[in-house]
């Protein structure tokens, strides 16, 4: 999560053409305003990747057409996040800052995952009127089965384009990062605070129901790993605001073990589960910005 520097939409979309272009992350040389434009994307793409579809939305309005409408079954309430064009056309320009190849797939990457996100929303729409109407009465719920085995294939889509998006920006986003903060005095702090986050939201995304006790439990030790790590970073005496944050940062991250733990000795991770952890997570959030800003 860099919420270090904040660019306007409408200015990310008019970068100059960066210097220093390398092959790979670990060869690019960015100047402070490069290193800022790069930032400033990652941000962009981290906000609107949740903005444009949530995971909630994906879970519930598939277990709903999936009911095949048996039983006292009630449509969920998906509330999308809202966001503009303008920030839409932004994620699906990265601008120059990037090797060729990399900003072309982020291009190609970023439109599969917008089409994919909208798609969600349709079928449901699709779905909903589907029932309204009653059709299933006329092919017992053939189209109904058809629009659930979609969503459900976008689903899928989704978390793998997430992953590919991620895996691409992130190492560019963290060498723009390590040239933004070389002399900060903080930079230890930031590093270790972006680390601990990235490794709670790895739980979040590997979320799911049929997940083994193994795999949360791998998941579990990294983030305290993490967490370890972070208060070994030593204090800053002229810092005790931010340090103060620093350190609720690291007690909110006990807060979300705690209750990962629970769900690693019942050895169930449902919705309600997840939700507990979201709560949490953004608490940590919360934290971290406060620290940095």
Do not use: W
């Amino acid at each position: 999560m860099k919420i270090l520097v904040l660019l306007s939409v409408a200015g990310l979309l008019l970068l100059a053409s960066c210097g220093g272009k390398g092959k790979d992350a670990a060869s690019m040389s960015y100047s402070q305003e490069d290193a800022n434009q790069v930032i400033a994307y990652y941000n962009i793409t981290v906000d609107l990747m949740k903005k444009l579809v949530t995971t909630d939305d994906i879970s519930k309005t598939l277990e709903y057409m999936k009911k095949d409408g048996k039983g006292f079954v009630i449509s969920p309430i998906v509330n999308r996040s809202y966001f503009q064009a303008k920030d839409t056309m932004a994620l699906l320009n990265p601008g120059d800052c990037f090797p060729d190849a990399v900003r072309d797939s982020l291009k190609m990457l970023c439109r599969s995952y917008t089409d994919a996100s909208n798609k969600v929303y349709a079928n449901y729409e699709e779905y909903c009127q589907y029932i309204k109407a009653e059709d299933y009465k006329d092919d017992q719920y053939a189209k109904g089965r058809e629009i659930a085995a979609d969503q459900e294939k976008l689903g899928n889509q989704i978390q793998e384009l997430r992953t590919q998006i991620y895996a691409l920006v992130t190492p560019y986003a963290d060498k723009a990062e390590e040239a933004t903060l070389k002399d900060n005095p903080l930079k230890d702090h930031i590093m270790a605070g972006k680390a601990l986050i990235s490794s709670l939201e790895a739980v979040l995304e590997s979320y799911d129901s049929d997940a083994t006790k193994e795999q949360m439990q791998s998941l579990y030790d990294a983030v305290n790993a993490q967490k370890e790590a972070a208060l070994k970073v030593e204090k800053l005496k002229d810092y005790s605001s931010e340090m103060m944050s620093y350190e609720d940062m690291a007690n909110d991250t006990d807060k979300f073990l705690g209750e990962f733990r629970k769900q690693l000795r019942d050895g169930k991770f449902t919705e309600s589960g997840y939700k507990e952890l979201l709560y949490n997570y953004n608490h940590v959030i919360d934290d971290y910005n406060r620290f940095i800003n």
